[in-house]
């Protein structure tokens, strides 16, 4: 059997048996009272009841777009600010040195604590949450696309200078091959930090959007709709990410 199809089927088994000690719980005594279990972790028949309810009626989907628009603005922002400075930094190691402990300094500041700050300069809107998963992606993108563009072997590049390439030719033949793979291993992480930081902005004020969702169900202790809200964020990242692995792969077939 291939092996692909046999991972597959241990990924979807490990679901599987998850769910299935999650039904345990919540509707026997084999790990206790299942009330309790119940109250605190839901039960899967009806989170999943709750999901097919939003997706029947359509109310999910304008939430969905919402989360979607943040999360791709955070991301598409982010990504490409940081290819550019990571790409900068890494050719100017005087500029690097100058600007490398603000640079640390920025890195180390909670995105938790940014959030009100972004609420209160852009507003409850789109922007505040586009804002705070930019934070989030660039400097994930950045430093691994400055580490990509260092790790260039100064072998090649002699060889590539002795062949009389220019900083252009260098650029596209030695430089962007070299932290390609640097730079989408960063984006596989980034875009689910981009959604994060989108859904954390939402979930402390907004009006709309999947953190919207999960901050109402939490407060009227609707433990349903926040597991129903959670799910439908995994299954929303999984989506994006194999986007993601299918435009490494056609980008990047050269690896092989």
Known sequence: ???????????????????ALWHL???????GSPKTVAFFFGEPLSVWRRIVEWFTDGSIWYHLWITLAESAL?????????????FWFARQPVVAAIFDPYVKAANALPRVVLAPIFALWFGLGIWSKVALGFTLVFFIVFFNVYQGVKEVSPAVLSNARMLGMNE?????????????S????????????????????????????LGYLIQQAEGVFDVTGVFAGMFVLMAFVLIVDWLMTAVE???LVWRG
């Open 1 to 19: 059997m291939n092996n692909k199809i046999v991972l597959l089927i241990l990924q979807v088994l490990v679901a599987v048996i998850g769910i």
């Open 25 to 31: 719980a919540s509707t026997t005594t084999l790990f």
């Open 74 to 86: 955070a991301f598409l922002s982010g990504a490409l600010g940081g290819v550019i400075l990571g």
């Open 168 to 180: 252009r030719q260098l650029l596209r033949h030695v430089y962007l091959p070299s932290a390609m």
């Open 182 to 209: 640097w730079v989408f291993s960063s984006l596989h992480t980034s875009v689910g930090f981009a959604v994060v930081g989108a859904v954390v902005g939402e979930y402390l004020g907004s009006s709309a959007g």
């Open 249 to 251: 792969r056609r980008l």
